[in-house]
């Protein structure tokens, strides 16, 4: 009989930055569900403390170490913590998110430059900082459908996705063969920084339903099966790709 390898993240180390809410969250509760040793960080401790029980509930052995991936220093801390606690990083996952909205004749310079750091620069530090630490493996960059699309009043937060894609690419070919760089591209999914915007009632959430062919809004967990399998040695030939998750978004046209 054939083997194949299998769609699972059980014994990989993980490290999930922006991984205490949303889908950030969502990816390291999957990973430890699945068997996984995962690291969730952001930049508050208490957000951290509190996503680590979540993880030990779930038996995953964890570290709670803060990050600002604003701050490469902050970085390169997490990246020594872990490796000290576990060897080494098996699975790196980018899904620090923060977004402006604002018209672009009146957008901010600041708005600009905080989008862009977090967004596109902040996957940039953490890439360089971790990819050199890691033996192999895979890194998941979390961006957008938005990378591909003229979001109204979201012009830095589109612009850093672009970004987010086209480094994902570069990243792939020059860390071939050892380490997967790839990216997901969400669709519209409710998290904390969403769901004001996206909320029952709204008129852009009926606009979404409408236009969605799937019909509704993601839950963050539906965007989990895509990152285990993009962690996992089943994607052992797959690099330099992104992998929409929009519920047909992007592709639809009337
Ligand atoms: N929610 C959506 O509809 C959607 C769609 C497509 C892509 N995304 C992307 O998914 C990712 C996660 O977004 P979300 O909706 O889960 O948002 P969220 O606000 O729930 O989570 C974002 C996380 O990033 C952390 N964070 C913010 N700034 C940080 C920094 N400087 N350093 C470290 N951590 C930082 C936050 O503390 C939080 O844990 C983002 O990159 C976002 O752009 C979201």
Do not use: H
């Amino acid at each position: 009989m054939t083997t194949y390898p299998s769609v699972t993240v059980e014994g990989k180390t993980t490290v999930v930055i922006g991984g205490t809410s949303g889908i950030g969250e969502a990816i390291a509760l999957g990973f430890a569900d699945d068997g996984a040793d995962v690291v969730a960080t952001s930049r508050t401790p208490e957000a951290v403390a509190e996503t680590a029980e979540k993880l030990r509930e779930r038996g995953a052995r964890t570290i709670e170490q803060t990050c600002d991936v604003a701050d490469r220093s902050s970085i390169e801390e997490l990246c020594d913590t872990t490796v000290a606690e576990f060897d080494d990083v098996d699975v790196l996952v980018n899904s620090a998110g923060t977004a402006a909205r604002s018209t672009f004749l009146s957008l901010d310079e600041a708005d600009w430059e905080r989008v862009l750091d977090v967004q596109l620069t902040g996957v940039f530090r953490t890439c360089q900082v971790f990819a050199d630490r890691m033996d192999s493996g895979s890194i998941v960059n979390i961006s957008s459908m938005s990378a591909d699309l003229a979001r109204t009043r979201l012009m830095p937060y589109c612009a850093a996705k672009a970004g987010v894609n086209a480094l994902t690419r570069c990243a792939a070919k020059e860390l071939a063969p050892d380490i997967r760089v790839n990216a997901i591209a969400p669709g519209f999914v409710m998290t904390p920084l969403t769901q004001e915007t996206y909320g029952d009632g709204t008129q852009i959430r009926a606009d979404i339903d409408e236009r969605t062919p799937l019909g509704r809004v993601a839950d963050r967990e539906e965007i989990v099966g895509s990152a285990i399998y993009l962690g996992s040695d089943s994607a052992s030939f797959t690099t330099g790709e992104v992998l929409f998750v929009d519920g047909g978004f992007t592709q639809s046209a009337l």
